[in-house]
C-alpha cells in the first residue's frame, strides 16, 4: 500500500477556501493538515487608527453570514472601551437582529449545505428536484431570518443602522407586529424539517472534547453572560485569553485555537452540551422530535443542534417582540464622544463564539485590535476529529473517505473568511 | 450553453467576505427562478461537484489579494465567455483595499508575528485590473435587484440597465431629508446609484461603497464635505474607504484635499 494522500483543495459548501490534506502509510493515518488558503485579510492591521465609530462597520465585513454577530459584538467592545450605556429597547433591538442571524444562518447551513450530504445530493439545487417542499421550506424560513435581520439592521448582509449608542432608525410597532406573526405561521415550517431531520440517518462518531460558550444563568445564551465549558468552568470574558490559546501552523493562514495542548468546540452542539437546562419549550420539544441525548459527542449533532437551536430563537424572538412592542420606539439620535479605554465584548455568533477586543486612545482612534472567529477556535478541534474518524472510515474507497472528510469538516459549518484574520501574535 | 440548452454559469470567490455570494442565496423568492434559467455548473460555496469550465457566464465576487489569485482569475476569464464583477471588492477592491494603503510587511507582522513568511499578501486590487470584466455589479455587498436584473438580461441576451446617475439622486426622489445638511459626512451626491439610497433612506451616511457616479462633480462634494468640518484627511478616507482603486483614477489625483 505504501504513502497516500487524501487532498480536498477547496472544501466545497463551506464559507471561504480551505483545504484538507490527509498522509497515510500502509492504510494507517500518518499526518493531518487542514489549510486556510483564503488571501490574508489584515483586519486586526489595518483597524488601527480608524475611528471608534466606524469600526464596527468595518468589522462586520470580516464574514457576510456573521455580518449581524460581528456587528454587534464589535459595538459592544467599542461601547465597553468608551463606558457607553444602552437602554432597553437598542438592548432588544440587537437581540432581534441577532435572532434574525441564527435563523438566516443555521438554516443556511443545516439545510442548504448539510441536509444534502444525508439525503445523497451534491447540493441543494439537486436535491430540490427530490424535495421540492422542503427546500421550499427552507426558502420561506431563510427568508424570515433576512427579513428580521432587514427590519432591525436595515440590510440582510452588513447591516446598516447599527451604531455605537444605539441604532439610526427603529422598524415600527406595526411591522414588528407583522413579523410576529410570520414567526408564529413558521413554527409548522420549522417542525416539517425538524421532522424530516428526525428520519435522516446521522454518522456515528464520537470523541469527548472541550466544549466551550457563553452561560448565563437567566437564558440560554447567545449573547452576554460569562464563558464557560462543559468540563466546569466559568469566568468573565475579559478573561479569554486565559482559556483560549492559539498556535500558528505554518501551512496555515488562520491561527488555530488550543487549550493546554488540545482542541475546543464551540457552536451550537457546544452551547446546547452547556446549556442544555435553560432550553426554551419549542426547543425542548425540537430536542425531544429529533432525539438526541445530551451531552452529545458526536460532532455530526452540530447540524441538528442547529435546528434545536432554531426553535430555541423563534422563542426568543416572539419575546424580544413583545419587550419592544410594550416600549414607545420613540428614535433618538445616539450622542458618544471619545475617550480613551479598553473593551473585550464576546458573543455566540451562530457558527461559535466570537471575541473582540480593543484599545483606544483619547480621540477615540482604535490602538489595537484582537479578534477570535469561531472557526479558528474550532481549528485544532477539527484535524483532531479528522484523525479520530479516520480508522472508521478508512476500510472504503478514496471517495467515500473523502465525503466523509467534508462532511465532518462541514458539519463544524466553518467560516474560512473568519478564520483567517487571526488574532495578535503576543 | 449546458447539456440542458440553458447558458452555463460558474460562481466564484476571491478573498473576501462571500457576502455576495450569499446575497445571490438570499434572493430566495426567485432562487428557484433562476435556476430554471440557467445551469450551475461551478459554485463551490454551495455545491459539491464542481466543473472546471468553459462557462457562458462567470460571477466572480471578492478582491484579488494574493499573487495565486492572479493566475486564477486569468484562468477563469480565459474560460468565460462574459464575466462579470460582482461587489465592491471585485469593482473597486473593496473595504479590505484599506490595507493598501499601510506597508504590508508590518501589518503581517502586527496579525501574524515573526513567523510570516508563507503569508502571502499583495496590494488589494479590483478584477479589472488584471482581465477584462464585461459587468460589473458594485456594492457592498452587491444588490440582489441589480444581479437578477443582470441574469435575465444576459440570458435574453440583451444589455443590463444600469443607473447613470448618483444616490444623491434616488436619495431625493424619496424625499429624504439630506443629511449634508444635517451635517453629516455623505458622500451620496458623488456615489453611483442602484441600491435606492438604502443607507440615508435609514438615516446612515452614503459611505460611497458603490464606486464614483459617471460625470459626479468631485470637487464640489470635497467643498461640502469640508464646509461642515471634515479635515482633509477625513475627506481623502471617504473617497477610497470601499474603492481604493479610486486611488489610480486621474480625476482622485487631481483632487485638492
Given at each position: 500500500m505504501g504513502t497516500e494522500s487524501i487532498d480536498i483543495k477547496h472544501?466545497?459548501?463551506?464559507e471561504g477556501h480551505g483545504s484538507l490534506y490527509v498522509t497515510t502509510k500502509d492504510g494507517e493515518l500518518v499526518d493531518v493538515k487542514m489549510a486556510?488558503?483564503?488571501?490574508?485579510?489584515?483586519f486586526e492591521a489595518f483597524l488601527q487608527g480608524r475611528e471608534y465609530t466606524e469600526v464596527p462597520e468595518i468589522a462586520c465585513r470580516i464574514c457576510a453570514i456573521c455580518s449581524a454577530s460581528h456587528r454587534v459584538v464589535s459595538t459592544k467592545a467599542v461601547e465597553k472601551a468608551m463606558g457607553i450605556e444602552v437602554d432597553q429597547q437598542v438592548t432588544d433591538l440587537r437581540r432581534l437582529l441577532i435572532w434574525g442571524e441564527y435563523i438566516e444562518s443555521h438554516i443556511l447551513h443545516a439545510l442548504y449545505l448539510a441536509l444534502p450530504d444525508y439525503v445523497g445530493h451534491e447540493s441543494v439545487i439537486s436535491a430540490a428536484a427530490d424535495f421540492p417542499d422542503v427546500v421550499k421550506i427552507a426558502l420561506k424560513l431563510k427568508k424570515l431570518g433576512n427579513d428580521l435581520q432587514i427590519l432591525t439592521g436595515g440590510r440582510e448582509v452588513h447591516q446598516v443602522t447599527p451604531m455605537i449608542g444605539g441604532f439610526s432608525a427603529y422598524p415600527s410597532h406595526q411591522d414588528l407586529e407583522v413579523l410576529r406573526e410570520r414567526l408564529q405561521d413558521a413554527r409548522s415550517d420549522l417542525q416539517v424539517c425538524l421532522d424530516v431531520w428526525a428520519g435522516l440517518e446521522e454518522p456515528q462518531f464520537e470523541r469527548e472534547t472541550d466544549y466551550f460558550a457563553l452561560r448565563r444563568d437567566d437564558e440560554y445564551a447567545l449573547v452576554g453572560g460569562d464563558l464557560a465549558s462543559l468540563s466546569g468552568v466559568r469566568a468573565?470574558?475579559?478573561?479569554?485569553k486565559k482559556y483560549i490559546g492559539e498556535r500558528i501552523p505554518e501551512y496555515s493562514f488562520a491561527k488555530a485555537g488550543i487549550r493546554d495542548g488540545h482542541g475546543i468546540f464551540v457552536g451550537a452542539l457546544a452551547r446546547l452540551n452547556i446549556n442544555r437546562d435553560l432550553l426554551s419549550p419549542f426547543a425542548k420539544s425540537a430536542l425531544k422530535t429529533l432525539g438526541i441525548d445530551l451531552p452529545s459527542y458526536n460532532t455530526f449533532h452540530n447540524n441538528a443542534a442547529q435546528l434545536i437551536e432554531t426553535a430555541q430563537v423563534f422563542d426568543m424572538a416572539d419575546a424580544t417582540i413583545s419587550s419592544l412592542l410594550s416600549s414607545d420606539l420613540e428614535w433618538h439620535e445616539p450622542e458618544t464622544t471619545p475617550k480613551a479605554g479598553k473593551g473585550t465584548a464576546m458573543t455566540e455568533a451562530p457558527r461559535g463564539s466570537l471575541v473582540h477586543s480593543y484599545e483606544f486612545n483619547k480621540n477615540g482612534l482604535l490602538k489595537t485590535a484582537d479578534i477570535i472567529a469561531p472557526t479558528t477556535m474550532n481549528y485544532t478541534n477539527m484535524e483532531e476529529d479528522v484523525r479520530a474518524l479516520f480508522p472508521q472510515i478508512a476500510g472504503g474507497s478514496k471517495e467515500s473517505i473523502e465525503l466523509m472528510l467534508n462532511r465532518l469538516i462541514r458539519a463544524y459549518d466553518p467560516c474560512i473568511s473568519c478564520s483567517c484574520h487571526v488574532a495578535k501574535v503576543r | 450553453m449546458g447539456d440542458n440548452g440553458k447558458p452555463s454559469v460558474g460562481i466564484f470567490g476571491l478573498t473576501g467576505c462571500a457576502g455576495c455570494q450569499l446575497n445571490i442565496l438570499n434572493i430566495e423568492d426567485h432562487l428557484l427562478d433562476i435556476l430554471n434559467l440557467v445551469d450551475i455548473t461551478t459554485w463551490v460555496m454551495a455545491k459539491q461537484e464542481n466543473s472546471e469550465g468553459p462557462w457562458d457566464v462567470a460571477f466572480v465576487e471578492g478582491?484579488?489579494?494574493?499573487?495565486?489569485e492572479i493566475e486564477r482569475v486569468k484562468k477563469i476569464r480565459e474560460k468565460s465567455g462574459v464575466l462579470v464583477a460582482i461587489g465592491a471588492c471585485a469593482t473597486h477592491g473593496g473595504l479590505p483595499g484599506l490595507r493598501n494603503f499601510r506597508d504590508i510587511s508590518e501589518m503581517t507582522q502586527i496579525v501574524y508575528g515573526e513567523n510570516n513568511d508563507h503569508i502571502d499578501a499583495i496590494p488589494i486590487k479590483p478584477v479589472s485590473a488584471y482581465v477584462d470584466v464585461d459587468y460589473e455589479l458594485p456594492g457592498c455587498p452587491m444588490e440582489k435587484t441589480e444581479f437578477l436584473e443582470i441574469v435575465k438580461s444576459l440570458v435574453m441576451g440583451k444589455r443590463p440597465y444600469s443607473a447613470q446617475y448618483s444616490v444623491c439622486g434616488e436619495c431625493k426622489a424619496l424625499e429624504n431629508i439630506c443629511l449634508l445638511k444635517e451635517g453629516k459626512f455623505c458622500m451620496g451626491p458623488v456615489t453611483q446609484a442602484g441600491c435606492n439610497a438604502l443607507c440615508p433612506s435609514n438615516?446612515?451616511?452614503?459611505?460611497?461603497?458603490?464606486g464614483p457616479a459617471p460625470e459626479a462633480n468631485w470637487a464640489a462634494e470635497v467643498k461640502i464635505l469640508k464646509k461642515i468640518g471634515a479635515t482633509p484627511e477625513d475627506v481623502r478616507r471617504k473617497f477610497l474607504k470601499y474603492c481604493p482603486s479610486v486611488a489610480e483614477m486621474p480625476e482622485f489625483k487631481e483632487l485638492e484635499f
Amino acid at each position: 500500500m505504501g504513502t497516500e494522500s487524501i487532498d480536498i483543495k477547496h472544501i466545497a459548501r463551506v464559507e471561504g477556501h480551505g483545504s484538507l490534506y490527509v498522509t497515510t502509510k500502509d492504510g494507517e493515518l500518518v499526518d493531518v493538515k487542514m489549510a486556510v488558503d483564503e488571501g490574508a485579510r489584515l483586519f486586526e492591521a489595518f483597524l488601527q487608527g480608524r475611528e471608534y465609530t466606524e469600526v464596527p462597520e468595518i468589522a462586520c465585513r470580516i464574514c457576510a453570514i456573521c455580518s449581524a454577530s460581528h456587528r454587534v459584538v464589535s459595538t459592544k467592545a467599542v461601547e465597553k472601551a468608551m463606558g457607553i450605556e444602552v437602554d432597553q429597547q437598542v438592548t432588544d433591538l440587537r437581540r432581534l437582529l441577532i435572532w434574525g442571524e441564527y435563523i438566516e444562518s443555521h438554516i443556511l447551513h443545516a439545510l442548504y449545505l448539510a441536509l444534502p450530504d444525508y439525503v445523497g445530493h451534491e447540493s441543494v439545487i439537486s436535491a430540490a428536484a427530490d424535495f421540492p417542499d422542503v427546500v421550499k421550506i427552507a426558502l420561506k424560513l431563510k427568508k424570515l431570518g433576512n427579513d428580521l435581520q432587514i427590519l432591525t439592521g436595515g440590510r440582510e448582509v452588513h447591516q446598516v443602522t447599527p451604531m455605537i449608542g444605539g441604532f439610526s432608525a427603529y422598524p415600527s410597532h406595526q411591522d414588528l407586529e407583522v413579523l410576529r406573526e410570520r414567526l408564529q405561521d413558521a413554527r409548522s415550517d420549522l417542525q416539517v424539517c425538524l421532522d424530516v431531520w428526525a428520519g435522516l440517518e446521522e454518522p456515528q462518531f464520537e470523541r469527548e472534547t472541550d466544549y466551550f460558550a457563553l452561560r448565563r444563568d437567566d437564558e440560554y445564551a447567545l449573547v452576554g453572560g460569562d464563558l464557560a465549558s462543559l468540563s466546569g468552568v466559568r469566568a468573565p470574558v475579559e478573561d479569554y485569553k486565559k482559556y483560549i490559546g492559539e498556535r500558528i501552523p505554518e501551512y496555515s493562514f488562520a491561527k488555530a485555537g488550543i487549550r493546554d495542548g488540545h482542541g475546543i468546540f464551540v457552536g451550537a452542539l457546544a452551547r446546547l452540551n452547556i446549556n442544555r437546562d435553560l432550553l426554551s419549550p419549542f426547543a425542548k420539544s425540537a430536542l425531544k422530535t429529533l432525539g438526541i441525548d445530551l451531552p452529545s459527542y458526536n460532532t455530526f449533532h452540530n447540524n441538528a443542534a442547529q435546528l434545536i437551536e432554531t426553535a430555541q430563537v423563534f422563542d426568543m424572538a416572539d419575546a424580544t417582540i413583545s419587550s419592544l412592542l410594550s416600549s414607545d420606539l420613540e428614535w433618538h439620535e445616539p450622542e458618544t464622544t471619545p475617550k480613551a479605554g479598553k473593551g473585550t465584548a464576546m458573543t455566540e455568533a451562530p457558527r461559535g463564539s466570537l471575541v473582540h477586543s480593543y484599545e483606544f486612545n483619547k480621540n477615540g482612534l482604535l490602538k489595537t485590535a484582537d479578534i477570535i472567529a469561531p472557526t479558528t477556535m474550532n481549528y485544532t478541534n477539527m484535524e483532531e476529529d479528522v484523525r479520530a474518524l479516520f480508522p472508521q472510515i478508512a476500510g472504503g474507497s478514496k471517495e467515500s473517505i473523502e465525503l466523509m472528510l467534508n462532511r465532518l469538516i462541514r458539519a463544524y459549518d466553518p467560516c474560512i473568511s473568519c478564520s483567517c484574520h487571526v488574532a495578535k501574535v503576543r | 450553453m449546458g447539456d440542458n440548452g440553458k447558458p452555463s454559469v460558474g460562481i466564484f470567490g476571491l478573498t473576501g467576505c462571500a457576502g455576495c455570494q450569499l446575497n445571490i442565496l438570499n434572493i430566495e423568492d426567485h432562487l428557484l427562478d433562476i435556476l430554471n434559467l440557467v445551469d450551475i455548473t461551478t459554485w463551490v460555496m454551495a455545491k459539491q461537484e464542481n466543473s472546471e469550465g468553459p462557462w457562458d457566464v462567470a460571477f466572480v465576487e471578492g478582491s484579488v489579494a494574493k499573487k495565486s489569485e492572479i493566475e486564477r482569475v486569468k484562468k477563469i476569464r480565459e474560460k468565460s465567455g462574459v464575466l462579470v464583477a460582482i461587489g465592491a471588492c471585485a469593482t473597486h477592491g473593496g473595504l479590505p483595499g484599506l490595507r493598501n494603503f499601510r506597508d504590508i510587511s508590518e501589518m503581517t507582522q502586527i496579525v501574524y508575528g515573526e513567523n510570516n513568511d508563507h503569508i502571502d499578501a499583495i496590494p488589494i486590487k479590483p478584477v479589472s485590473a488584471y482581465v477584462d470584466v464585461d459587468y460589473e455589479l458594485p456594492g457592498c455587498p452587491m444588490e440582489k435587484t441589480e444581479f437578477l436584473e443582470i441574469v435575465k438580461s444576459l440570458v435574453m441576451g440583451k444589455r443590463p440597465y444600469s443607473a447613470q446617475y448618483s444616490v444623491c439622486g434616488e436619495c431625493k426622489a424619496l424625499e429624504n431629508i439630506c443629511l449634508l445638511k444635517e451635517g453629516k459626512f455623505c458622500m451620496g451626491p458623488v456615489t453611483q446609484a442602484g441600491c435606492n439610497a438604502l443607507c440615508p433612506s435609514n438615516g446612515a451616511v452614503c459611505e460611497g461603497c458603490r464606486g464614483p457616479a459617471p460625470e459626479a462633480n468631485w470637487a464640489a462634494e470635497v467643498k461640502i464635505l469640508k464646509k461642515i468640518g471634515a479635515t482633509p484627511e477625513d475627506v481623502r478616507r471617504k473617497f477610497l474607504k470601499y474603492c481604493p482603486s479610486v486611488a489610480e483614477m486621474p480625476e482622485f489625483k487631481e483632487l485638492e484635499f
